[in-house]
């Protein structure tokens, strides 16, 4: 599945950062640069922060991708996956293009698509039973705890999130998905034909 090369691809990149710190420099989003560098929407997306942060998004793409994929097909799945995650990005850079941070801070990370992801699950599955820190809930009650944290995210610029990519890709995924369902692409079923927590 084309989830687990993705993930593939983020650790190995990761692994290349920490041989040759260099990398990623070169790779990573700047709002400031976006215009003459657009390429790092892409390129961002294969980079991180350190061991939390590809632990996370790789947990999340290890346990949401494969699922998703299974429900809408490889072609629809990676079409989530990148769109949300350069929709991510442009957040992300509108928050510095707009005024609401005072300095151009570069991000890394596949948090866009990650939330993309979890926005379309959201929408097709949403009374899908999750552990959200060990607290079970439907997957639509913690779409909406991932939107309010990622608004305060947002709002706090020392917070070192980009809770802006988060939530520009989470909405991107579920209109991506309801778009879809609505067109009659992909199709809604129980959550009890898959039954098990995440």
């Not at 959550?191 to 927590?197: A, I, M, P, R």
């Amino acid at each position: 599945m084309f989830a687990f090369y993705l993930l593939g691809a983020i650790v190995v990149t990761f692994l290349a950062q920490i041989v040759y710190p260099p990398l990623t420099g070169w790779f990573v989003l700047d709002p400031a640069t976006l215009a003459i560098h657009p390429w790092t929407l892409i390129t961002s997306m294969f980079l991180h922060g350190g061991f939390i942060h590809i632990f996370f998004n790789g947990f999340a793409l290890f346990t949401f991708g494969p699922y998703l994929e299974r429900m809408i097909g490889s072609k629809r799945f990676l079409a989530i996956y990148f769109i949300s995650g350069i929709a991510g990005g442009l957040a992300y850079a509108a928050t510095y293009w707009l005024h609401l941070v005072p300095v151009s801070i570069p991000a890394l990370g596949a948090s866009g698509a990650i939330f993309g992801i979890l926005g379309a699950v959201a929408i097709l599955r949403p009374n899908l039973p999750i552990l959200m820190w060990f607290i079970p809930m439907p997957m639509k009650y913690a779409a909406l705890v991932w939107v309010a944290l990622s608004l305060l995210e947002t709002i706090d610029v020392s917070s070192g999130i980009a809770g802006a990519a988060h939530l520009g890709g989470l909405f991107v995924g579920a209109a991506m998905a309801y778009i879809w369902l609505k067109m009659g692409k992909i199709e809604w079923a129980e959550e009890s034909q898959y039954g098990s927590y995440y």
